[in-house]
């Protein structure tokens, strides 16, 4: 079991116009390792790990969102 997962994030800029969130990511080798076994693959190009890891956030977003983080709206 990978346990030393680092995950920094930086460079964060909104742009109010669009309502777009971009930051940069880096992860260590331990992190790299784990997407590669959450995958089930260890060839994969730095491309596509950083892809898998998008589509991991995007996850982990919607599920904790569903999990009551959802806003409530009284009218």
């Known amino acids: 079991m990978i346990i030393n997962q680092k995950i920094d994030v930086g460079d964060v800029n909104y742009s109010p116009l669009s309502h777009v969130l971009r930051f940069t990511v880096a992860a260590n080798s331990d992190a790299i390792r784990t ?16 892809t898998e890891m998008g589509k991991i956030l995007e996850q982990a977003i919607r599920m904790n969102y569903t999990r009551g983080g959802i806003r409530r709206r009284f009218e």
Do not use: T
């Open 35 to 50: 997407i590669e076994d959450i995958v089930g693959r260890n060839n994969m190009s730095m491309e596509e790990v950083a």
